[in-house]
């Protein structure tokens, strides 16, 4: 029986929300086999049972790019607002 996206999880998950090397998808079922099995990925996983119930199940990610990084307005700083250089 085809299994959806839903019920799906992307192995491992970084807690730390870092990109893992390898990743692939499996079920909840395999998920909790490797757990019992000690796979050495579950650990850091956001997926780890001790995790989830501490802070429930990680969002599934969505396809919407997020920005790399923030671009601010560029400030311009009078030379009066700057502090005093001082001798050490
Ligand atoms: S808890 Fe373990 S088996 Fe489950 S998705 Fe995370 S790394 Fe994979």
Redesign the pocket.
């Known amino acids: 029986m085809p299994v959806s996206d839903s019920q799906t999880?992307?192995?491992?998950?970084r807690i730390d929300h870092a990109p893992a090397l390898f990743t692939h998808k499996?079920n909840e079922g395999?998920?909790q086999d490797?757990?019992r099995g000690r796979?050495h990925?579950?650990y850091t996983?956001?997926?780890?049972n001790a995790y989830v119930a501490a802070r429930g199940l990680p969002e599934v990610a969505t396809r919407e790019p997020k920005p790399v990084v923030e671009v601010k307005e560029p400030r311009t700083v009078r030379v009066s607002e700057l502090l005093p250089l001082r001798a050490i």
Do not use: D, E, G, L
Request: proline share 6%.
């Open positions: 999880r992307v192995c491992p998950t499996v395999t998920c490797r757990q796979y990925k579950c996983c956001a997926y780890n």
